[in-house]
């Protein structure tokens, strides 16, 4: 309590396996653990006044989680890792799929400073797991395939961390505080990239299984010096000044938004509205209705929308809106003459 300041949550909680024992849990205000431990307890107190009347306090059930239960009650890798942290169980009902991932990534290429295979050799591997989704039913496809990948990744990730912790720790009679903090902030970063990198790949598949033409962008423009994640129907055209503005569109792919949404509005300058991807369940009702006036459009998957965002639904497009636009303009470009393909 001595770290914590006015405004920050705080939840007690008490297992029913223990009863006698309680568990205190202090969020900073405005984290992304504040928004994730609120959503979780469903508490419902972000953002409300600080004096909340006492007959509007609730006592929240909260059963141990599961990674692949439904709508707003699922559980991301980050989730997971919150949860883990305050000795809460967590339930993983695709383990049984993780011998058959591994099978089928052993002998690729792993990264010599963190140890993973490519996120692009984990998550083609997940999708040749579930071969009754289908990527050209887009919504459900993205929520089922991140699904399952945030919870493989997480079983994956304690094996690799594993490894990495006993190099660095194991047989020592004296812990650095510098290798620990390296460590620490090095398995964190990588989580985070590869949530975001599981996304684009994710994104991609279903726009190749629908025949959205796109080019994925790994580098930053010349023209503009920015980095949209995709340009439809493709950077050659987008550099070409006699193209249609109109014809063109990107799409930004973000696993989780926090402040970083702003920076979508200036990528791909030529290209007036943006279209924004994402899968986080903590956006804030005025994030989303201020998102018009800085010309970008809200996407998600349908589930998501409908269950978490109801009440902003009519601001959020599904992945389905979002494609049935791709296809509208690359009908126009192909009766122009142009041949578009995705890379």
């Known amino acids: 309590m001595n770290a914590a300041t006015p405004g920050d949550l705080c939840w007690v909680a008490r297992r029913r396996d223990d009863p006698d024992s309680l568990l205190l849990v202090v969020a900073a205000a405005g984290s992304e653990i504040e928004a994730r431990l609120d959503r979780l307890m469903d ?28 709508g707003s009650e699922q559980i ?28 089928k990534i052993a002998g690729k290429r792993v990264s010599h400073k963190t140890g993973f295979v490519a996120v692009e050799s984990f998550c083609t591997a997940v999708r040749s797991l579930l071969p ?26 304690e094996s690799v961390i594993q490894r990495r912790l006993d190099d660095a720790f194991a047989n020592r009679t004296k812990i650095d505080i510098k290798t620990f903090t390296s460590v620490a902030s090095s398995v964190l970063n990588t989580r985070k990239s590869r949530a975001g990198g599981a996304f684009e790949s994710h994104l991609s598949a279903v726009f190749r299984a629908n025949g959205i033409a796109f080019t994925r962008v790994t580098k930053p423009l010349r023209s503009d010096k920015t980095k949209p994640d995709f340009l439809m129907p493709s950077l050659s055209l987008y550099q070409d000044d006699d193209f249609q503005t109109g014809l063109l569109s990107t799409v930004a792919a973000k696993r989780t938004l926090k402040e970083r949404w702003l920076q979508v509005a200036s990528e791909g300058k030529r290209i007036p509205t943006k279209h924004l991807a994402t899968v986080d369940r903590d956006v804030a009702s005025d994030t989303i209705l201020g998102m018009p006036s800085h010309n970008i459009v809200l996407v998600m998957p349908r589930s998501l929308r409908d269950t978490r965002y109801w009440l902003n639904a009519r601001d959020v497009w599904t992945l389905e809106d979002l494609l ?18 995705f890379s």
């Open 324 to 341: 049935s636009m791709l296809l509208d303009k690359q009908a126009g470009a192909a009766d122009l003459g142009y041949l578009t393909s």
């Open 43 to 70: 508490t419902d107190l972000v953002g409300r006044q600080l004096l909340i009347p006492m007959d509007d306090i609730k006592e929240s059930s909260f059963e141990p989680g599961s990674t692949s239960s439904d």
């Open 76 to 103: 991301d890798g980050s989730d997971a890792w919150i949860l883990q942290q305050l000795g809460v169980p967590l339930a993983t009902p695709n383990e049984g799929l993780l011998e058959h991932l591994m099978a």
């Open 132 to 157: 009754e989704v289908d990527g050209r039913d887009a919504d459900e496809a993205i929520a089922t395939w991140m699904q399952v990948t945030e919870e493989l990744y997480f079983l994956y990730e």
